[in-house]
């Protein structure tokens, strides 16, 4: 199997050799500029280590991982115009940096990109390809309006929440170890195995990044922290002390979410109080362990050697003890 | 041949089966919304059209024609917003009647309901129409991208202007017959004759559009009149004026162009009146003619006998004569 590291470093150099500089460069340069952000390049190493690990060959997968990549990056430009988010991987977000307009249409063209990048596939899993990512990208568009929905309704059911990180963030990784597996002729259920583990995957990890946001250290994660909290974001960790607060802590909330002229700082450190003192993040850790453990067991029922799956577990296990 | 209403006929019903009433809503609805607005679907009847010509199966060039107006639906949600405009067929735009973040995200949905709809295409031409419609669709970014470039910049030469609207609102068409000639299994050169016809006659239809937009009737053009002079986009109708005007009209246009307290009403008129001095809309029908002879040449270069091009022809004709 090959490591995890040398296929990131695939990755890597698949993306510096994207030739974007063209004209308009209005339109083409906040392409390089976000490409160029980093990142930790998470779903087109997973479609690659799917593909190596279901035995097929990492060339084939190479530029449908990228269009992963740059269809993940796509997402990105646009969410960020939507949620006003100032910062993304340490640096101004493209519609800060350059305007709103900008960041709609070079995103666009990011998402032409990624399709195009998907024509070289093999024109006999081209069909169930095509069909798989569109469909993806569109349950990562559902899922952000039920993010920003949220934002505007006085409450969210838990299955409602997870729902929708299901879609805004999981189905994407889940869906990129999909076509690596499909790349390399992998069957059903395999490749419905891989989509599960994937999935569950995603969700733990968006849940350590719900985490991050309210516990983190702002250098390590690259973005505002707190920024769920100023966005009245009802996140897991808001929903799960809201359930566990007594009336007098589920005041404290209603009010440190609905009042406006609470300084953002106050407001921080008002909420994290609440969660640490009803030991939420705890919760939220045992979510993520029972989401690891039906990973785990998805990736137990393929049908490959177990040797072949360590690439891909090591990967995710580093993925979730966010050391990267 | 089959008729070009029977096919515009097929494209309605097609469209009226395409199924919106999912959740989340606020995603959905303004897509429904937007493709219950009409326009008159001449991208996916020149894809039919195409198809028929080049004695292929409507049937199997119907879901790509689809494709094609979604595509181009889409990208009217997102241009709205980029040129701040408040009426779309005579009706508000999405970004109006919702929010720009409703508009964002259902145009990305629409992208990627367009390109799930390619998925049907036969395997073996699957690759290279996902290229071509991927290209296409880059191309209009640019050409947007470009439009907002000459807001801001003071002079535009008329070769620039008409290779931006060519890539903004010619290149579409032309893919779209494209796309139908080789679903019909038509080889080179012949899809390319058939691209060549309909950039030429969509770049004449865009110069039409430019002149209806001063001296079209407001109700029946379906936009705000005027809009581009209020915008200060340096259309094909002021590049020729001022390159005709002599230096006492030239310090008019400019400060007409420039003065941000002249009320709209009175811009609109005073623009219009040095156009009616110029003459330019006879400068622009020249050009349309010109256009229109070029999209006749490739016709008749294309190998089908005579008698199979006379819907198209009679389509681009009655699309020239805007009496629809």
């Known amino acids: 199997m090959l490591p995890y590291n040398l296929l990131l470093a695939k990755v890597e150099e698949a993306i510096s050799q994207l030739d974007f500089n063209l004209a308009p460069h ?23 280590l799917a593909c190596d690990m279901m035995g097929g060959k990492i060339e084939e ?38 305007n709103s307009n900008i960041a709609i249409l070079s995103g666009d063209a990011m998402f032409a990109t990624a399709y ?9 899993l081209l069909p169930s390809i095509l069909t798989i990512f569109s469909n993806t990208a569109i349950q990562v568009c559902e899922g952000q309006q039920y993010d920003m929905n949220f934002e505007l309704v006085n409450t969210v059911s838990i299955p409602d929440y997870l729902n929708m990180i299901r879609l805004k ?39 350590m990044d719900d985490l991050l946001d309210v516990f983190g250290q702002e250098a390590k994660f690259g973005k505002q922290c707190g920024g769920d909290i100023i966005a009245n974001k009802k996140t897991y960790l808001y929903l799960k002390a809201y359930e566990l607060a007594d009336i007098e802590n589920k005041r404290k909330l209603d009010l440190l979410f609905s009042d406006i002229h609470i ?30 453990i039906n990973a785990l067991q998805n990736l137990d029922r393929i049908s490959v050697p177990e040797g072949r799956k360590s690439e891909l577990l090591k990967f995710a296990k580093k993925l979730l003890s966010r050391e990267s």
Chains 1, 2 share one sequence.
Not at 61 to 84: G, K, R, V
Not at 171 to 196: F, N, S, T
């Open 26 to 48: 209005e339109l083409y340069d906040p392409i390089s500029y976000t490409l160029a952000l980093g990142g930790k390049r998470v779903r087109p190493v997973f479609t690659l």
């Open 61 to 98: 997968a190479l530029q449908p991982a990228i269009a992963c990549e740059i269809f993940h990056n796509f997402t990105l430009l646009h969410d960020d115009i939507m949620d006003n988010a100032p910062i993304r991987r340490g640096k101004e977000t493209v519609f800060r940096k350059w």
């Open 116 to 124: 195009r990048l998907l024509s070289g596939i093999e024109p006999d």
């Open 169 to 207: 963030t999981a189905v994407l990784p889940a869906a990129c170890l999909q076509i690596g597996a499909m790349i390399a002729k992998a069957k059903m259920p395999d490749v419905e195995y891989i989509y599960q583990f994937g999935e569950k995957i995603g969700l733990a990890f968006q849940l």
């Open 263 to 292: 300084p953002d700082d106050e407001k921080i450190a008002g909420v994290k109080k609440i969660y640490e003192t009803l030991e939420v993040a705890n919760h939220v850790h045992r979510v993520m362990d029972e989401l690891y």
